[in-house]
T-cell receptor, first 113, second 112 residues
Framework: EAQVTQNPRYLITVTGKKLTVTCSQN?????MSWYRQDPGLGLRQIYY???????DKGDVPEGYKVSRKEKRNFPLILESPSPNQTSLYFC????????????FGDGTRLSIL | KQEVTQIPAALSVPEGENLVLNCSFT??????LQWFRQDPGKGLTSLLL?????REQTSGRLNASLDKSSGRSTLYIAASQPGDSATYLC???????????FGAGTTVTVRA
């Protein structure tokens, strides 16, 4: 089954404790991206990647890191999480060049105390 | 600045009425535009994607139009049903940098 898988789905942690949210897709998609969704602010793109070893900042990259060492994986890293990064996070992927739709994961709800 | 706007933020209609959802964007240089549905606490489901060269796309009761020159897209849902109650989001991929921007969404309630 074609899917985008995020882990964990839920996480409660404390300020400053490094964490990684994994994202994996099995569709051989080139384009992958991360979003956060906050009430009143909607969905905002954090980082995106057009292909392996290529990453670019979205609209709200501060406090986040990403890497794209393999086509299928695009982890989101919070080196020193802070309470303002409490949010609902989504990973997505799509094929480029063929105008294919974005496929979204089920989301990760992060609470940083 | 490249932005996507959806108005109204919320809409309530009786069952059977046709729904018209609006999306506007500030730059006509788009790669594509996509409409999504999001149920409370859930992820996003892709409804329709319109390529920049297209004027409309249809799927069942859904029809989406695109007018790049005026920076607008409209999602029509015919003969609405209570199961159509959800938040509808439009998203644009900009052709200059392939960033993706979402509108804030329109929350639809269809009353039985």
């Amino acid at each position: 089954e074609a899917q985008v898988t995020q882990n964990p789905r839920y996480l409660i942690t404390v300020t400053g404790k490094k964490l990684t949210v994994t994202c994996s897709q099995n569709m051989n998609h080139e384009y992958m991206s991360w979003y956060r969704q906050d009430p009143g602010l909607g969905l905002r793109q954090i980082y995106y990647s057009m292909n392996v070893e290529v990453t670019d900042k979205g609209d709200v990259p501060e406090g986040y890191k990403v890497s794209r060492k393999e086509k299928r994986n695009f982890p989101l890293i919070l080196e020193s999480p802070s309470p303002n990064q409490t949010s609902l996070y989504f990973c997505a992927s799509s094929q480029t060049g063929d105008n294919q739709p974005q496929h979204f994961g089920d989301g990760t709800r992060l609470s940083i105390l | 600045k490249q932005e996507v706007t959806q108005i109204p933020a919320a809409l309530s209609v009786p069952e059977g009425e046709n729904l018209v959802l609006n999306c506007s964007f500030t730059d006509s240089a788009i790669y594509n535009l996509q409409w999504f549905r999001q149920d409370p606490g859930k992820g996003l489901t892709s409804l329709l994607l319109i390529q920049s060269s297209q004027r409309e796309q249809t799927s069942g009761r859904l029809n989406a139009s695109l007018d790049k020159s005026s920076g607008r897209s409209t999602l029509y849902i015919a003969a609405s049903q209570p199961g159509d109650s959800a938040t509808y989001l439009c998203a644009v991929i900009w052709s200059n940098d392939y960033k993706l921007s979402f509108g804030a969404g329109t929350t639809v309630t269809v009353r039985a």
